[in-house]
């Protein structure tokens, strides 16, 4: 193996309320990885990859499949709907790419979505805006000690034993035997693979502030999307996680409801949305946008402990004369400057902006920080001391090829 001067293994999270672009960086910094592993969530994310010609969105399945020889491991941190798993891997093999035993691990201990869990959501997750895919009630059960776990799933004399009865039963058995060759103790697989020194991706989905303990609750999601979850999403002892790269986007977005203090309208936001294409990956549905906002960033700098951060989609940013960075909020007549999950505050609080001159050059084919236009640099270097993380990655567009690596020594 050649000499390896950087982390071993990278968590790699969202800083926001999802939608960073996770999934382009996990797959740019794939290549020189042999596992990456998902440690939350379900088949609410959406994680979109883009090389040359080719566009996929993976839901469960880790960013890593564009690469052949990587394993990829669905993690007991996950609620996983075998239905959606199935069909992804379908989806794949459509595109050429072959998921089997041999590249993908499924754990045991992750939790099933079944379909009353969807038809709840459904029901009662309008409040919120959820993806409706049954994410809530299916963590629900797994605290209520209620939950399916994947094992029982596809041992029959288990699963018919609880839901033999039920309508479903002969059709999710079916599942449950073409998912079981997946199916190992992926805790073990893991830490064999940092024993051996491999080089892991840890691949969270959602973001900071989608977290359910230090996201906008009760907008958030029902899993840990922070760098903690990659240790009990994974069973891997927290020592072990030798760097964490946030996934940052250069202007703020969000699906569903919740506060999102910089949030905008008018032209500028239709330009965003448009030059952006802030429509979700999994539900379609148009994403709000906003202004750069330091408070969150700081935020998830520390709850994460980032060490570098990943800056996605600058391009979208290029012809916007003016670009605006929130600095403070102002709360009833008093200046906040940092960010809380209190939503009687924060559903009442007024971004305070700093502005900064735009560019006008096209970014999208430039491969190195110092081929940036002045104000483009302008504006990483103010973010870089307002958060006070260093940028490792810039990214000026959704392909792997149009990345910039900033600082290598936080990357492998
Ligand atoms: P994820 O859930 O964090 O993986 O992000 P999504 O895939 O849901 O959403 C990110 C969207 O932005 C996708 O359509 C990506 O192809 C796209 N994207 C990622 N990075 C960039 C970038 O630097 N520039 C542009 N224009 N698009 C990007
Ligand atoms: P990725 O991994 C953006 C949002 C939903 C809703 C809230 C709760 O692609 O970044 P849920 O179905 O999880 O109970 O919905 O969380 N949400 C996401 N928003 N990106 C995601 O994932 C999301 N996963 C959930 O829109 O507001
Ligand atoms: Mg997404």
Known sequence: MAKQYGPSNIAVIGMEWGDEGKGKIIDFLAEKADVVARFNGGNNAGHTIEVGNSKIVVHLVPSSVMHKGKLGVIGNGLVVDPKVLLGEIKNLEKNRIKITPENL???ENAHVILPHHIEEDKKAGGKIGTTARGIGPAYTDKAARIGLKIYE????????????????YQEY???ADAIMPYVSDTATIMNGALSKNQRILFEGAQGTLLDLDFGTY??????????????????????????????????????????????ITGNT??????????????????????????????????????DSIALTKLDVLTAVEKLRICV???YKGSIIKNFTTNMKILQNCQPVYEELDGWWDDITKIKSYEQLPNNAKKYLRRIEELLKVPISIISVGPKRDQTIVARQEFLF
Do not use: H
């Not at 790269?245 to 919740?258: D, F, P, S």
């Open 105 to 107: 691990a499924v754990s």
């Open 153 to 168: 799933f596809v041992d029959d004399s288990l699963f018919r034993k609880r839901f033999g009865n039920e309508e479903f």
């Open 173 to 175: 058995k079916e599942y």
């Open 218 to 263: 009760p907008y958030v999601t029902s899993s840990t999307a922070t760098a903690g979850g990659a240790c009990t999403g994974l069973g891997i002892p927290p020592k072990k996680v030798q760097s964490v790269l946030g996934v940052c986007k250069a202007y703020k977005t969000r699906v569903g409801m919740g506060p999102f203090p910089t949030e």
């Open 269 to 306: 936001a239709e330009k965003l949305q448009k030059v952006g294409k802030e429509f979700g990956a999994t539900t379609g549905r148009q994403r709000r946008v906003g202004w750069f906002d330091t408070l969150i960033g700081r935020y998830a700098a520390m709850v994460n402990g980032a």
């Open 328 to 330: 403070a909020y102002r």
